[in-house]
């Protein structure tokens, strides 16, 4: 798929430099993943083929450690577009984790994701670790949004929620958005907008306590990675950021899909519930 979108190639970037460079960082910044032959498995020799073939047949797949939902009908049967609302004082992580995961997805499936990113007046941001990162778009200019991912920022508990304009655009477009995605504190923004009243979520660790206390009607999980309850999902954040964008590719086109992500990106999946505890709530 052509990316409409010039500064798609962020995350992959940021991941880069994350992996500190090499050849193992210019692999998995080369914008495409390993290799698959038409089962999905990596090429190899034949030996290497067969001993792949007996350890999957000894070794059944367990499945998620989650029930499966149904998607939306209809929703992974079109380009979906993936609306990051970046601020100044975005956190690296929060951002470019999920971002990569949503990137990777246009090389396992068709016709997958478009992903851009959002400032308030479409003018650059600074990340709170200091890179500079140009925004695709304006809150006045953006398309419409599919899914709308709320990355962590260092004022997401406090004077980000006094921005009228931000929290306006947040909730009207949070309303019309078949998911909402918040990483670490930007379950903050999303509960300030009221998108989070009437399902169980999460966020940073450190921070539930205050969490709690600021929104004492919520119903705030503790002890997992994410939790996914109608159509918001929030993260713990940090470097469990990958874990909810990996579920989410799951949940909308399917386990094959996100072992192929997985692959390139390196993560194991499916995960374990040890692993990767989750709640996923059956409504």
């Known amino acids: 798929m052509a990316n409409r979108f010039p500064h798609a190639r962020i995350g992959?970037?940021?991941?880069?430099?994350?992996?500190?460079?090499?050849?193992?960082?210019?692999?998995?910044?080369?914008?495409?993943?390993?290799?698959?032959?038409?089962?999905?498995?990596?090429?190899?020799?034949?030996?290497?083929?067969?001993?792949?073939t007996t350890v999957a047949q000894a070794t059944p797949d367990p499945g998620p450690p989650w029930p499966r939902l149904t998607p939306p009908p209809g929703l992974a049967e079109r380009s979906l577009a993936i609306g990051f609302l970046i601020v100044d004082g975005v956190y690296n992580t929060e951002l470019t984790a999920p971002f990569?995961?949503?990137?990777?997805?246009?090389?396992?499936?068709?016709p997958g994701m478009e992903v851009f990113t959002v400032s308030p007046m479409g003018a650059p941001v600074k990340t709170f670790e200091g890179l500079t990162i140009h925004a695709d778009y304006s809150f006045t200019n953006a398309p419409a949004i599919d899914i709308l991912v709320v990355p962590s920022a260092e004022h997401s508990m406090d004077t980000d929620l006094d921005n009228?304009?931000?929290?306006?655009?947040?909730?009207?477009?949070?309303?019309?958005?078949?998911?909402?995605?918040s990483l670490c504190d930007g379950a903050f923004v999303l509960a300030h907008a009221g998108l989070l009243d009437d399902v169980a979520s999460t966020t940073f660790p450190g921070d539930q306590d205050r969490y709690a206390e600021k929104f004492p009607h919520l119903d705030l999980r503790r002890g997992v990675s994410f939790v996914h309850d109608g159509k918001a999902l929030t993260s713990q954040g940090g470097a469990r950021s990958f874990d909810v964008a990996m579920y989410l590719a799951d949940h909308l086109y399917g386990e094959k899909a996100a072992q192929g992500i997985g692959r390139g990106m390196v993560i194991a999946w499916p995960p374990t519930a040890e692993t990767m505890p989750a709640v996923v709530v059956e409504r």
């Open 12 to 52: 992959n970037l940021f991941f880069c430099l994350l992996l500190g460079g090499g050849l193992c960082g210019l692999a998995a910044c080369s914008g495409k993943d390993e290799a698959l032959d038409p089962d999905g498995a990596a090429s190899g020799s034949p030996a290497e083929t067969a001993a792949h």
């Open 100 to 110: 990569d995961i949503f990137q990777h997805v246009q090389f396992h499936t068709k």
């Open 164 to 181: 009228e304009a931000m929290m306006t655009w947040v909730r009207e477009v949070g309303e019309q958005a078949s998911f909402l995605v």
